[in-house]
């Protein structure tokens, strides 16, 4: 059943995210074309229009992060316990089912974001970054430097693959975690009709300074231990370092997430199923 409410609630989502990315991804290409255009021709009326399209593609930017956002706390909010609530719980799935396909969905949009808004930073990269200002005189000096580059990012992994792969999934926990928190919030706010936007918003700012500072007690995940990752490249030469607390803080900040996410989906689950009103 867990299937069919993804399946749902992918084709839900898919045209609002969909036509975003794909406004998202032609701003990227008019703005770096315009720059790219603009170093030949310099006319004040085309830095006009390179300023205005600057404008475009950054509030493209901005509405995809906030859209996203509010997305994922409108899907949840209003498909579970608004209106849609009466019929999403009258099907054969338990709240915990419910729960997950809420946030399955949201961490795939949430991850597809981050990557589209990354897409268009390179696209507008290669479109407007070539024959700017001289970085690029040419295509092949392009190619040279993005191949340098490749080997770096190269010799990064070889040396420190773990550590990124470590790094990459404390760092997904992260975003679940904060999710959840976001449904454990709108769980609580629930909880008060009249003022359930302004109690969700408080709730959710009291459990991230409560978390915060819960973390803070933990080794390894204060700010003076200092998880830096140094790379140091002069020729052929190549030295990679980390901290030597880096492997220890991010395996306590990884457990951390796993019990915080296990405790706000604990307590979304059980509201739901035991404090949800409908009426």
């Known amino acids: 059943m867990l299937k069919k409410l993804l399946k749902y609630e992918f084709k839900a989502t898919a045209r609002t995210y969909g036509g975003m990315y794909l406004a998202l991804l032609a701003a990227s290409v008019l703005f770096g074309g315009s720059v790219w255009r603009w170093n030949s021709t310099n006319s004040d009326a085309y830095s006009t229009l390179v300023g205005l399209l600057s404008l475009v593609y ?7 992060v906030v859209v996203t956002i509010m997305t994922i706390v409108q899907r949840f909010y209003r498909n579970l316990l608004g209106r849609e609530g009466y019929l999403m719980h009258t099907l054969p799935v338990t709240p915990a089912q419910l729960i997950l396909s809420k946030l399955i969905s949201s961490m795939v949009w949430l991850l597809c974001s981050i990557l589209v808004i990354a897409l268009s930073l390179g696209v507008f990269f290669l479109c407007g970054m070539l024959n700017v200002n001289g970085i690029f005189s040419d295509w092949a000096s392009a190619v040279r430097d993005f191949r340098l580059l490749a ?9 420190s693959g773990f550590m990124l792969l470590l790094t990459a999934i404390e760092w997904l926990a992260t975003l679940v975690c904060s999710i959840l928190c976001l449904y454990t919030a709108c769980m609580i706010g629930h909880q008060f009709k009249q003022h359930f ?7 959710f700012v009291i459990l991230n300074i409560v978390q915060n500072r819960l973390v803070a007690l933990l080794p390894y995940t204060n700010n003076t231990v200092g998880l830096d990752m140094v790379v140091i490249a002069s020729g052929d030469t190549w030295q990679v370092t980390t901290n030597r607390f880096y492997l220890r803080a991010v395996l306590v900040s990884l457990l951390a997430d796993a019990v915080l996410c296990g405790v706000y989906f604990a307590a979304t689950n059980w509201l739901m199923k035991n404090k949800l009103n409908l009426d």
């Open 151 to 159: 080997d770096i990012l190269q010799h990064v992994l070889n040396v």
């Open 197 to 203: 936007a302004l109690v969700g918003i408080a709730a």
């Open 58 to 64: 950054t509030a493209v930017i901005i509405g995809t």
